[in-house]
């Protein structure tokens, strides 16, 4: 049968905020602004304090002749304390060193967010009263024979108000002490209190002194503002700015400003009436031939096949333009009174060029607005 892993114990908490101190500084970074707390926390207990609780638990054992569970055992450390820091805050590497006897190793164990370490220190692979006659010679002068567990941590900002919120966060320190009797006897877990250590002693406000510095962000055609400009003793991040692309940044002569430069994701579009020159190619065809740029063509009959097109250029499709041009034609019949035209159906290639870059995503979605009677405007894919 396996005796269950541990039972809580009813006693007083073992008072571990009288041996936990830390120690923490500032250090300022000029260029850019950085405010770093640096600390370290400090775990320093006397092995026979801490088991002097349960001194009669010990002798009781060590009467009976029996041993506590052993590492090779149970995966449950002996003595667990454990440094909790703030979500921001990193943990450096931990350290431990034992002056007592009844210590065989710690190790460490860091918590699944990266927020806490936990050190596990786990007791001699001895029986009770062989760990009694060392508790008994150290217990004399508990001062030579602690536990030192030493915890350094660190958080940077570049924000005077993330900051200030830093300075006033807080690391906290508690632990277990787990009891076995013996090998097969539940864990009795006994409590320690908690003890609560400013993240920053005296924090140093290395922004208050800082210069201040301005951000743009900029048209790099014109160079105005795509959007406020911000201050503060850092430049701000390059930003996304609709319909823009960042391009380049620089520095002003006294290395005080700092401007990034954006350029359009598309090009400029004249305004309505501003567009280019529309040219046009007018071309007919008599009997299947192909049509050719000409002023006059002569059919041998009434009933030879006229072909005529007509290939218009616009380099701006905004503003209704391409109606504009179809309704030149649609002014008609009286434009083509000269060449008797009956039951005639008129139509117009637009063939659309895009940059390189750029395609259709729907090309069969084309359409062209403003198309009047006797027009037909066919999308061919290109």
């Known amino acids: 049968m396996f005796a269950p892993r541990s039972a809580q114990a009813d006693a007083q908490p073992f008072p571990l905020s009288q041996y936990v101190s830390s120690t923490?500084?500032?250090?300022?970074?000029?260029?850019p602004v950085i405010t770093t707390y640096h600390g370290t926390v400090v775990l320093n207990i006397p092995i026979t304090a801490l088991m002097a609780g349960h001194e009669a638990e010990i002798r009781a054992a060590a009467a009976q002749g029996l041993s506590p569970m052993t590492p090779a055992t149970t995966t449950t450390s002996d003595i667990a304390l454990t440094v909790s820091v703030p979500q921001a805050v990193t943990l450096g590497t931990s350290r431990a060193k034992s002056t007592s006897s009844m210590i065989a190793y710690t190790s460490f164990s860091p918590g699944a967010d990266r927020t806490q370490v936990t050190a596990n220190i786990q007791l001699r692979d001895l029986n009770w009263q062989q760990l009694l006659d060392i508790y008994d010679a150290e217990?004399?002068?508990?001062?030579?024979?602690?536990?030192?567990?030493?915890?350094?941590?660190?958080?940077?900002?570049?924000?005077?108000?993330?900051?200030?919120?830093?300075?006033?966060?807080?690391?906290?320190?508690?632990?277990?002490?787990?009891?076995?009797?013996?090998?097969?006897?539940?864990?009795?877990?006994?409590?320690?209190?908690?003890?609560?250590?400013?993240?920053?002693?005296?924090?140093?406000?290395?922004?208050?002194?800082?210069?201040?510095?301005?951000?743009?962000?900029?048209?790099?055609?014109?160079g105005h503002d795509l959007q406020p400009p911000k201050t503060g003793p850092n430049f701000f991040h390059a930003a996304g700015i609709p319909d823009y692309e960042f391009s380049t940044w620089e520095l002003s002569s006294d290395r005080m400003t700092g401007i990034y430069k954006y350029k359009k994701v598309f090009g400029s579009l004249p305004v309505n009436g501003d567009d280019p020159t529309i040219d046009t190619d007018f071309k007919v065809g008599l009997e299947g031939n192909t049509p050719t740029q000409t002023e006059k063509i002569y059919a041998e009959s009434k009933d030879s096949l006229l072909t005529i097109e007509n290939v218009v250029h616009l380099n701006d499709l905004r503003g209704g333009r391409i109606a504009d041009v179809l309704q030149k034609y649609d002014e008609t019949p009286n434009a083509f009174d000269d060449i008797a035209l009956k039951n005639a159906h008129l139509g117009f290639t637009t063939q659309i060029t895009l940059p390189a870059q750029l395609k259709f995503s729907d090309p069969s979605a084309i359409s062209v607005t403003g198309a009047s009677q006797g027009f037909s405007a066919k999308d061919s894919g290109s």
């Open 139 to 222: 217990k004399a002068n508990p001062d030579q024979h602690t536990i030192k567990v030493q915890v350094p941590y660190a958080v940077g900002t570049t924000d005077p108000a993330e900051a200030t919120q830093l300075a006033s966060e807080q690391v906290t320190v508690t632990g277990t002490f787990n009891f076995f009797a013996s090998a097969t006897a539940p864990a009795q877990v006994f409590n320690f209190d908690t003890k609560t250590l400013a993240l920053a002693q005296s924090p140093t406000d290395c922004f208050a002194s800082a210069p201040t510095r301005t951000t743009r962000w900029v048209d790099e055609e014109d």
């Open 24 to 31: 923490s500084t500032t250090v300022c970074n000029a260029n």
